[in-house]
């Protein structure tokens, strides 16, 4: 027991400064929310690292941004932290909107205080489901659609016209796709509704849909390679030659084409989904005014819209961003008016039933 | 000669500073040091004297950190997930109140959905935890018995190396290897064996030799220990004795090293429980593991994370029960062995 009397001061700072620092811990967020800085949970790339850079020289405000990739994930992380959250802006698709506001997750958004509002489509900021409750809730940054890639040295452009190349035998085991996307489009597919509003007063029919769907799946899940989460990987797997076509968001598979990899991709003539994905302010961000700040300087020019497409893929949401991009990126980022007459936006409205029965037969279809 | 002369004059001339500056610093205008004045203080003397009085009081005091930690930082999340396994919702909305319920863990037993991940994890980490034992022990052999002790550290650090990177990382690395464009096909292909490459990725394959590549450390270091500790005389005698090198194995070595292998045994078997990266990125659509399926409890937006906790639970539970008989097991095999 000498050791610790001989070692008795050394204990004893240390203990004082740990319990300085435990009871200082209450006044750090504070702390932390008062200093010039701007919480931001977004996609990877979404935020381009040059006007991110200009933006902290400019203003003096710190951007700190945390990577996400899943809509849900980020749903659990923000309803975790709810009421006082630590992020001041998060990216939140159109047609999940509904969720974060009954759960009090995003402040209305007050596009007053956003003089380069404006210089966004209005295709985009006046859409029917940018209005919820009389409010706007984010700034629109970016559009893409639920796609059909295909790998052009293996797969031809008239294959590729119907979503049916992908459960052919011809290409087993060379297909992936995100299986929760999958119901959606399965459902449009065979002539439903798969954002199912249609279904609303009917649920019996919506749960019958998705069996329907379900039952389909498990019935190619032969078929296919791997069930995949994330656009990396689906680069990875045509990079790898591990698959020939698989369904995939457009932002990926843009960064291929741009890249020179022989991949193309489509909106196959029964349809697919579209989405917006915006920049919303959390309800009760610590740093609300700076968040207000980094938007209006993101929305200022048409460049910064463009350099994002040219970063992520994805199609901008600015007036004129396609100005500055190259042909190859117009290319990548631009679907044909046939295609596009088969493209329909998500929608939220019937999201807490769909959800309900699709995400069950996600599982059963991974464990069939 | 002329250096060691400038060293003595250079050491000379610090010592007298040094020495200076020792008288200045006994100098009646110093002031005393900051902890100087605290420990002179009467109330710092009686609490050391409170805290210090008994053996038992100091020991308190040195367990009370690392107690604290374990409660906080290991047992704590654990307790957690429990409390949140119980709760009919979670997280739990603005304004809206939670209730205690058992229906999470009903879930498990009601659908037989849930129940073929969990029984796939189970097949999988007991036939790879055997597949690992039987891959490393004659690497743990050689290193143990046939290299010589000056060699077995340098050996160690080889084996050792991939494991400074993260799980993460050699998991893409296996990607890189076994992908349709991967090492392994290119070799094949370039000595004529295949024309098309053989998709190993995606596939219980792929997933069972990134489990086996990633435990594999963990088998060995323990088989390693145990076999290392055994005398060679005992081989020897063995020997002497007329038994031939199979009979050696399993009648003396094998023995004597079940307390490796039961805890190679168990930390392999535990490991591969929990795996979830390594069956996310190299696994297909049938080889979806407990894991994954508990994941997506807590990745799918709304309030689902009490499934998912008591998922974990359920996994925890059957594992530590299935750990706990295999110890018992092992521990009366092993005292059958030294019999």
Same mark, same amino acid.
């Given at each position: 027991?000498?050791?610790?009397?001989?070692? &008795? &001061?050394?204990?004893?700072?240390?203990?004082?400064?740990?319990?300085?620092?435990?009871?200082?811990?209450?006044?750090?967020?504070?702390?932390?929310?008062?200093?010039?800085?701007?919480?931001?949970?977004?996609?990877?790339?979404?935020?381009?690292?040059?006007? &991110?850079?200009?933006?902290?020289?400019?203003?003096?405000? *710190?951007?700190?941004?945390?990577?996400?990739?899943?809509?849900g994930?980020?749903?659990?992380?923000?309803?975790?932290?709810?009421?006082?959250?630590?992020?001041?802006?998060?990216?939140?698709?159109?047609?999940?909107?509904?969720?974060?506001?009954?759960?009090?997750?995003?402040?209305?958004?007050?596009?007053?205080?956003?003089?380069?509002?404006?210089?966004?489509?209005?295709?985009?900021?006046?859409?029917?489901?940018?209005?919820?409750?009389?409010?706007?809730?984010?700034?629109?940054?970016?559009?893409?659609?639920? =796609?059909?890639?295909?790998?052009?040295?293996?797969?031809?452009?008239?294959?590729?016209?119907?979503?049916?190349? $992908?459960?052919?035998?011809?290409?087993?085991?060379?297909?992936?796709?995100?299986i929760q996307d999958m119901m959606s489009?399965v459902m %449009?597919?065979? @002539?439903?509704?798969?954002?199912m509003?249609?279904y609303?007063?009917?649920p019996e029919?919506a749960a019958a849909i998705v069996a329907e769907a379900r039952d389909f799946l498990i019935?190619?899940k032969?078929?296919?390679? *791997?069930y995949?989460?994330?656009?990396?990987?689906?680069?990875?797997?045509?990079?790898?030659?591990?698959?020939?076509?698989?369904?995939?968001?457009?932002?990926?598979?843009? *960064?291929?084409?741009?890249?020179?990899?022989?991949?193309?991709?489509?909106?196959?003539?029964?349809?697919?989904?579209?989405?917006?994905?915006?920049?919303? =302010?959390?309800?009760?961000?610590?740093?609300?005014?700076?968040?207000?700040?980094?938007?209006?300087?993101?929305?200022?020019?048409?460049?910064?819209?463009?350099?994002?497409?040219?970063?992520?893929?994805?199609?901008?949401?600015?007036?004129?961003?396609?100005?500055?991009?190259?042909?190859?990126?117009?290319?990548?980022?631009?679907?044909?008016?046939?295609?596009?007459?088969?493209?329909?936006?998500?929608?939220?409205?019937a999201n807490e039933m769909k959800y309900s029965l699709v995400d069950p037969a996600v599982e059963q279809i991974k464990a069939a | 000669?002329?250096?060691?002369?400038?060293?003595?004059? *250079?050491?000379?001339?610090?010592?007298?500073?040094?020495?200076?500056?020792?008288?200045? @610093?006994?100098?009646?205008?110093?002031?005393?040091?900051?902890?100087? &004045?605290?420990?002179?203080?009467?109330?710092?003397?009686?609490?050391?004297?409170?805290?210090?009085?008994?053996?038992?009081?100091?020991?308190?005091?040195?367990?009370?950190?690392?107690? =604290?930690?374990?409660?906080?930082?290991? $047992?704590?999340?654990?307790?957690? /997930? %429990?409390?949140?396994?119980?709760?009919?919702a979670?997280?739990?909305?603005?304004?809206?109140?939670?209730?205690?319920?058992?229906k999470h863990y009903l879930l498990f037993f009601e659908e037989s959905v849930y129940r073929m991940p969990f029984?796939?994890?189970?097949?999988?980490?007991?036939?790879?935890?055997?597949?690992?034992?039987?891959?490393?022990?004659?690497?743990?052999?050689?290193?143990?018995?046939?290299?010589?002790?000056?060699?077995?550290?340098?050996?160690?650090?080889?084996?050792?190396?991939?494991?400074?990177?993260?799980? =993460?990382?050699?998991?893409?690395?296996? /990607?890189?290897?076994?992908?349709?464009?991967?090492?392994?096909?290119?070799?094949?292909?370039?000595?004529?064996?295949?024309?098309?490459?053989?998709?190993? /990725?995606?596939?219980?394959?792929?997933?069972?030799?990134?489990?086996?590549?990633?435990?594999?450390?963990?088998?060995?270091?323990?088989?390693?220990?145990?076999?290392?500790?055994?005398?060679?005389?005992?081989?020897?005698?063995?020997?002497?004795?007329?038994?031939?090198?199979?009979?050696?194995?399993?009648?003396?070595? %094998?023995?004597?090293?079940?307390? @490796?292998?039961?805890?190679?045994?168990?930390?392999?078997?535990?490991?591969?429980?929990?795996?979830?990266?390594?069956?996310?990125?190299?696994?297909?659509?049938?080889?979806t593991?407990f894991?994954e399926t508990i994941a997506g409890f807590f990745h799918v937006a709304g309030d689902r994370w009490p499934t998912g906790?008591a998922f974990?639970?359920?996994?925890?539970?059957?594992?530590?029960?299935?750990?706990?008989?295999?110890?018992?097991?092992?521990?009366?095999?092993?005292?059958?062995?030294?019999?």
């Open positions: 027991m000498k050791p610790i009397n001989t070692s &008795r &001061r050394k204990f004893l700072g240390t203990a004082a400064a740990a319990s300085t620092v435990f009871a200082a811990t209450p006044y750090i967020r504070t702390a932390y929310a008062d200093t010039g800085e701007v919480n931001i949970w977004t996609y990877d790339s979404f935020v381009p690292e040059s006007f &991110r850079k200009q933006f902290e020289k400019d203003t003096g405000i *710190k951007v700190n941004i945390r990577l996400v990739d899943d809509q994930k980020q749903f659990n992380l923000l309803a975790a932290e709810a009421p006082n959250p630590t992020v001041d802006i998060v990216t939140v698709a159109g047609h999940r909107f509904l969720q974060f506001i009954d759960s009090e997750l995003l402040a209305p958004m007050d596009s007053d205080r956003l003089s380069n509002w404006g210089n966004l489509n209005p295709i985009y900021t006046e859409s029917d489901w940018a209005t919820i409750n009389g409010h706007k809730w984010g700034a629109p940054i970016l559009s893409g659609a639920e =796609i059909l890639a295909y790998n052009t040295d293996l797969v031809s452009a008239e294959e590729a016209r119907s979503w049916d190349v $992908l459960f052919s035998e011809k290409y087993k085991q060379q297909t992936a796709y995100i489009i %449009l597919y065979k @002539g439903y509704d798969g954002n509003v249609e609303l007063d009917d029919k019935d190619k032969d078929l296919v390679r *791997k995949y989460d994330g656009g990396a990987e689906i680069q990875q797997m045509f990079i790898n030659q591990d698959i020939a076509l698989g369904h995939a968001w457009n932002g990926p598979i843009a *960064k291929l084409i741009n890249d020179g990899f022989p991949v193309d991709m489509t909106i196959p003539k029964e349809g697919s989904y579209g989405f917006v994905y915006t920049l919303n =302010i959390a309800n009760n961000a610590p740093n609300a005014d700076n968040a207000y700040t980094f938007l209006n300087a993101l929305l200022a020019s048409s460049e910064i819209g463009a350099s994002m497409t040219s970063e992520t893929g994805f199609i901008s949401t600015y007036k004129d961003a396609s100005q500055h991009l190259s042909d190859l990126e117009k290319k990548s980022t631009s679907f044909t008016d046939e295609e596009l007459a088969g493209l329909k936006f998500f929608r939220a409205e | 000669m002329i250096t060691d002369v400038q060293n003595q004059q *250079k050491q000379s001339s610090v010592s007298s500073l040094a020495s200076e500056s020792g008288n200045a @610093g006994q100098g009646p205008g110093d002031r005393i040091p900051f902890w100087g &004045r605290v420990s002179g203080r009467r109330g710092y003397q009686a609490l050391v004297d409170f805290l210090f009085a008994s053996e038992r009081r100091q020991f308190a005091l040195l367990a009370g950190i690392p107690f =604290i930690w374990v409660l906080t930082q290991h $047992l704590g999340p654990v307790l957690q /997930m %429990l409390y949140v396994s119980f709760l009919d979670y997280p739990v909305a603005v304004g809206a109140q939670t209730h205690l319920t058992l029984l796939r994890t189970m097949t999988y980490s007991f036939a790879l935890t055997f597949a690992t034992l039987v891959i490393v022990y004659p690497v743990a052999y050689f290193l143990a018995r046939h290299v010589k002790r000056q060699n077995q550290l340098a050996f160690l650090l080889l084996l050792l190396i991939p494991f400074w990177v993260g799980e =993460i990382v050699r998991t893409f690395a296996i /990607m890189i290897l076994l992908g349709n464009n991967g090492a392994v096909n290119l070799l094949l292909k370039s000595l004529g064996f295949i024309d098309r490459p053989i998709p190993f /990725m995606y596939t219980g394959f792929s997933v069972s030799f990134g489990v086996i590549y990633l435990t594999s450390l963990y088998m060995l270091l323990p088989l390693y220990s145990a076999l290392e500790k055994i005398p060679a005389s005992y081989s020897e005698a063995a020997s002497d004795l007329g038994a031939g090198a199979w009979t050696r194995f399993r009648r003396v070595t %094998l023995p004597l090293s079940y307390e @490796g292998v039961a805890s190679g045994c168990t930390l392999v078997f535990l490991m591969s429980t929990g795996f979830y990266a390594a069956p996310v990125l190299l696994g297909g659509p049938s080889t593991v894991a906790a974990a639970c359920i996994l925890f539970l059957a594992s530590l029960t299935i750990t706990a008989l295999f110890m018992k097991f092992m521990g009366r095999l092993s005292s059958r062995g030294r019999r």
